[in-house]
């Protein structure tokens, strides 16, 4: 790998400076501590602006070249996610119920080093904009930081991301053209009958019953009404009732899940078709049920052409290759409203084998800051180019 040598050097406090992040993980829009951390340290490093408060909790900062040119913007988010953390490693949460398990303590670090990186050398035209934001989780801080002006206010003419894989090997480099994260959906479903004891389920509407048919049923949907060369996903992921107790029949039930796809008119036949399925399967058990959405969906997060082959000449010139037809991934994406409105692109590096992301034992590899920070510095030295 073509890694600069600083990195080399900076690789162990890059490295716990994202131990210490993980150690003290912080959800949605709530990282005031890993905000604070990070606009110390981008001031700390010479950045000649700082910008705090972005997308409520997000940190803007800007790094001024040689000579005058176009603003790029690099972006790492900084939220955790409510697991509770089974690595068992040294630097493992601190905080129960709460834990890094997709890497963004590691992205953040990555931009960090970077961002130092690029303060200390200077070597290109133009400004670089590090842009560390909030609620990737769910919270759809890209889209918050987007109302906060972030294209306009700081001139970005284009934008790159990177999330970790480890479905690759570590260090290797992955991305596609076009749609490449599908659009998110998540909705709520909520089930009334009528409780009683369960001794007596005749006397009953039984709401556990129907919404567990519920949950049967609405696996037809992809199986059986979506043409099974359009990618779809729907999944039903928490089922609750409003009572523990092991002789009662509640009132009522809630399903939760999520829908994922990439192309509109399929997802809205899904939607359709949901609401059907769920109705009438409802009605079948003497329930009833209503569908909604929890919020706004992300959309399809889809890379522009030009700026695909931008990222991977620089993950190639890290690298020595660089995967340009990555498999679509049904995760989502935030980073998708930033593609909405300004033309750029998003990477996966890879973390080498490890638990999935999402999982308690997931945990970052250090042994790739080297590459992160690499990637970014080549991607902004070449778009950002010294004549």
Same mark, same amino acid.
């Given at each position: 790998m073509a890694i600069r040598n600083r990195f080399a050097e900076l690789h162990p406090e890059i490295t716990a400076f994202r131990h210490d992040l993980h150690r003290n993980p912080e959800l949605l829009y709530d &990282?005031?501590?890993?905000?604070?951390? &990070?606009a110390g340290a981008l001031r700390a490093m010479g950045c000649d602006a700082v910008h705090e408060g972005i997308g409520r909790t997000g940190v803007v900062a800007l790094i001024h070249g040689r000579a005058l040119g176009r603003t790029i913007g690099l972006r790492a988010d900084m939220d955790a996610l409510p697991i509770h953390e089974a690595t068992g490693a040294d630097h493992a949460s601190t905080v129960p119920g709460k834990m890094h398990a997709c890497g963004h303590d590691g992205h953040t670090a990555m931009l960090l080093g970077a961002a130092r990186y690029l303060a200390e050398t200077r070597n290109f035209a133009g400004t670089v904009a590090v842009v560390f934001q909030p609620a990737e989780e769910g919270g759809a801080g890209a889209e918050a930081m987007m109302r906060d002006g972030l294209i306009e206010r700081f001139g970005i003419a284009e934008i790159y991301g990177m999330h970790n894989s480890p479905l690759l090997p570590a260090g290797a480099f992955a991305i596609r053209p076009g749609p490449f994260y599908a659009a998110v959906d998540s909705f709520r479903i909520a089930v009334r009958g009528r409780g009683g004891h369960a001794a007596r389920p005749n006397n009953t509407v039984d709401t556990t019953l129907a919404a567990s048919a519920i949950v049967v049923a609405v696996q037809s949907v992809v199986s059986r009404n979506t043409d099974p060369q359009q990618p779809l996903v729907i999944s039903i992921t928490a089922f609750r009732t409003e009572t523990d107790a092991f002789n009662v029949i509640p009132d009522a039930a809630t399903l939760r899940g999520t829908i994922r796809s990439f192309d509109e008119a399929a997802r809205e036949k899904a939607v359709a078709?949901?609401?059907r399925v769920i109705d009438l399967t409802a009605a079948a058990y003497g329930a009833t049920a209503e569908f909604s959405f929890e919020e706004e969906p992300y959309p399809v997060m889809a890379n522009h052409a030009a700026e695909t082959d931008h990222a991977a000449e620089a993950a190639r010139a890290v690298a020595g290759a660089c995967d340009t037809d990555a498999p679509r991934t049904t995760g989502g994406e935030d980073f998708a409203y930033m593609l909405k409105a300004c033309p750029g692109a998003y990477i996966q590096i890879g973390n080498g084998p490890?638990?999935?992301l999402h999982h308690p034992e997931y945990d970052f590899n250090d042994a790739i800051i080297p590459a992160g920070c690499s990637y970014w510095?080549?991607?902004?030295?070449r778009r950002l180019l010294l004549s």
């Open positions: &990282v005031g501590r890993t905000a604070r951390k &990070v078709d949901l609401r490890s638990a999935g510095v080549e991607l902004a030295e």
